[in-house]
Each structure stands twice: as C-alpha cells, then as structure tokens.
C-alpha cells in the first residue's frame, strides 16, 4: 500500500493537460504528440493567490481518509446535473448540442463500466476494476460568442468580467466549459475545495467529446472522464512525482505519467516494480489506452459526496 501524503502538492487545486503540437502528413491536421502537464505552474498561481487553498485541501483529504476507513460512503447511485457553457468565435468553436451530449454519454459509460473496452482490463487488474455509479444528465446548455482567439488557463474563461460565463449554481451542477483553451492544451478541473465562482472543468472544443477522427488520438472524450475525475479528487496516477502517492491504495506506483498505448505489461522501476495501471483513466495515456477506475479511486470520489463532503449538495 502506497504511503498517503497529505501535502501541499497533493492539495493541487487546478489541473491543466497540456501537449506537444506536430503536424501530421495531412497539412491540413494538426496531430497531438502526446499529453503533458502545466499543473505545477497552476497550482503554484492559486497557492500563491490564496494561501488558505492547501489547508483547505487537506482537511477535504482527512476527510476523505476518515470516510473509507470507516465505510461510510454513498448508498446509492449520485447524479450530476451538467451545465455547458460554451465559448465560441469560429463555428467550429460553437459546438453542436449533439458533440456536447457525446460527452456525456462518454462520462455515463466511463463511470459506470459500460465503455466497450472495460473488458480490455487485464486479468491482474481484474480485481479492482469499478463501477463508479456516478451519472450524469445534461441539464442546460448555455452559448456566448467572444472575439478571443484563446482563454488559458487563468479562469477568465469562467469571469463575465473577461467575457466569459460564469458557472450556473456550481454547487449542486457540474459547470464544463468548451473553449479554444490554446497553447496545445487540452483541458483542467477544479478540485474540491476550491472557490465555488470557479468550480468545474473546462475542455478545448477540439477535444469535447467524440469530436471526430481529426482530433485522435484525443477524440474519444476521455479527456473530459479524466478531467472530471479530478473534480471528483483524483489525483494522477503517478502522485505528480517519481514514484509519487496518488493517495489511491490499490493503484499500482508509477515512475511518472505513461503517454500513447504502451505495451502491456509495463513494468515499473519503482519499490517492487509492479506492474503499472496504465489504462487507467488518470494516467496521460491516448483516449484508446484509458479504461478503467479502480475500487479505491471509486472509494476516494464516493467520499467527497456523503454529509459532510466537499460535494455533499450532489449526493442523495
């Protein structure tokens, strides 16, 4: 069992995956490398604007620690209340009701084990892979047209006041957003804890849901099942350091973050060089290699959502 960490680091508020942009043989499509991570540079911001946001994580995290060990989680299933909000200037921006239901069908499947490729888990995985019982339902979808070329990863994007929406009653819905985020990068969440006039998620357009096979190999919405995950307290598989704690049990500890498909198995070098979890859906692998949850990372969201949780007001 991992060591569970309760730090600063661990208290990550912001989460932004960025990549590396190449072009493909087709001048006419822009390939994405692989995913990477800016969250330092993020959670650095947030810290250093409010210094209050660590302590706040940490107790959410005691919190969270206290809940499974006493196994006092959601009896029953949680549904989420979605509101899009959607940032656009070019008609490609201004995604269709249709793009935008896919991705909540893709959160419907992920979290409820009816993706197709759930199957594809191996066998030495087969033991803890989940049914979340998360659901979602799209409650409403909200469309403003802006002149910015990008957003960011500033929030402006949620601030009227920078021209961008404001999240609708973010404490009982799910607020994403769809915007041309730019610099390559592809989405962040907001963790609980975080200040309610900036909670939820937001998603490049490019990549909102099955948006086509243009965009692969991020085009199957599992962008938005990883960000989402973090608005439920995930951390990333590898802790976000060497060998780092994900404060999951019964994940495997990676080396750092795995990108496209590896071949399984993949071992890691780290303490008993176990087989890493590279199909799970907060690692940084291609939208085809993420596929599961394990129970302890469904144990983990499940805490933030019973009385007294950071997302109590979802619960039931």
């Known amino acids: 069992m991992k060591n569970v960490l309760i730090t600063a680091f661990a208290a990550l508020v912001l989460f932004s995956c960025q990549n590396e942009s190449t072009e493909s043989s087709d001048s006419n499509v822009s390939a994405i490398a692989h995913r990477g991570c800016a969250s330092q ?69 992920d979290f409820n084990a009816l993706n197709s490729d759930f199957n594809s888990v191996p066998a030495l995985f087969s033991g803890v892979k989940a049914n979340v019982g998360i659901s979602f339902v799209l409650d409403q979808v909200i469309r403003k047209s802006t002149t910015k070329t990008s957003w960011g990863t500033n929030d402006a994007v949620k601030k009227v006041a920078q021209g961008g929406l404001a999240p609708t009653t973010p404490t009982t819905k799910l607020n994403l957003w769809s915007c041309t985020i730019g610099g390559g990068i592809l989405g962040y969440a907001q963790f609980p804890g975080g200040a309610s006039a900036t909670d939820g998620v937001v998603i490049d357009s490019k990549y909102f849901g099955l948006s086509g096979a243009a965009n692969a190999p991020f085009n199957l919405g599992r962008t938005g099942t990883h960000e989402v995950g973090h608005w439920m307290n ?9 060998c780092g704690s994900d404060l999951v049990s019964d994940t495997p500890t990676h080396n750092t973050a795995n990108y496209g498909v590896p071949a399984y198995p993949h071992y890691s070098t780290c303490s008993g060089t176990p087989v890493e979890m590279t199909m799970n859906y907060m690692d940084y692998t291609d939208d085809n290699g993420m596929y599961m949850f394990s129970n302890g990372q469904k144990s983990r969201m499940a805490a933030i959502f019973v009385t007294g949780g950071a997302r109590a007001a979802f619960g039931i």
């Open 41 to 109: 540079e993020v959670l650095e911001a947030q810290l250093k604007a409010d210094p209050t946001l660590a302590i706040r994580m940490n107790e959410i995290d005691a919190f969270t620690e206290k809940a499974i060990l006493s196994g006092k989680l959601v009896n029953g299933k949680v549904q989420i209340p979605v509101v899009v909000n959607v940032l656009y200037r070019t008609t490609a921006e201004n995604i269709s009701n249709a793009q935008i239901q896919t991705q909540i069908d893709v959160l419907n499947k």
């Open 234 to 242: 995930l951390r990333h598989i590898w802790g976000d350091a060497t």
